[in-house]
């Protein structure tokens, strides 16, 4: 339509104004950066009212097994299903299909492996339902692994330390060199 050549500098900016317009409290919606553009979108103190006066239904959530299987491919991504189902163990034709229909995945080309199968992968609809700009952004194993110097049930094992205690209390007092008089745990006899 309009062929003009407008700076990045001027786009920024004109970005930041629009921002900073639509911050102030007089205004139900703001400029968020999603998906690696913008978006007017509802501020979160008007979402219930507004989801009241128009009555939507709220989006069904994914099952615990959609969000397994999408979070294998947001992970692992380029992968065919039998490699998601692999590495989850159980079929996933189901939450795949669902994941498709949702857009939160899509099909990126065909594998050439035996059969060709399908190639999945996420699509720029799973970075705007989760709310980040790009894959970099999603957290890494780090964020989740146990800390080394917490007190209690979250500790590191060491599993050598078990195999010796498991072969410790296997092993007859006899082997291990204990030399107590085994009487010694008997109650003493009154003497007559």
């Known amino acids: 339509m309009f062929e003009a050549d407008v ?3 001027d786009l ?17 919606f703001q400029v ?5 553009g913008y978006q007017f979108m509802t501020k979160p103190a008007y979402q219930a009212s507004i989801g009241i006066m128009l009555k939507q239904q709220s989006k069904r959530r994914l099952s615990t097994s959609a969000l397994e299987t999408l979070a294998i491919i947001a992970y ?14 159980v079929n996933c034709d189901y939450s795949v299909q669902k994941l ?16 060709k199968p399908l190639i999945y992968g996420t699509s ?3 970075m705007d339902y989760f709310g980040i700009n790009s894959l970099e952004e999603l957290p890494v194993p780090k964020d989740f692994a146990i800390e080394e110097n917490t007190i209690g049930e979250n500790q590191p094992v ?9 072969a ?9 060199g204990n030399d107590k008089d085994p009487k010694a745990d008997e109650p003493a006899q009154p003497e007559e």
Do not use: M, W
């Not at 692992?76 to 163990?89: D, H, M």
């Not at 857009?103 to 035996?114: A, H, M, N, R």
């Not at 410790?168 to 291990?176: K, V, Y």
């Open 32 to 36: 968020y950066h999603l998906g690696g």
């Open 158 to 166: 060491d599993e050598q330390v078990i195999k010796d205690e498991a």
């Open 168 to 176: 410790e209390a296997s092993t007859p007092d006899s082997e291990q």
């Open 7 to 9: 700076p990045d500098k």
């Open 100 to 115: 498709l229909d949702k857009g939160l995945v899509e099909i990126q080309g065909k594998s050439d492996g035996v059969g």
């Open 12 to 28: 920024k900016k004109a970005i930041e104004d629009l921002k900073k317009k639509y911050k102030d409290d007089k205004y139900s």
């Open 76 to 89: 692992k991504q380029p992968l065919t299903k039998s490699e998601v189902e692999q590495i989850r163990g």
């Open 124 to 126: 720029e609809s799973f």
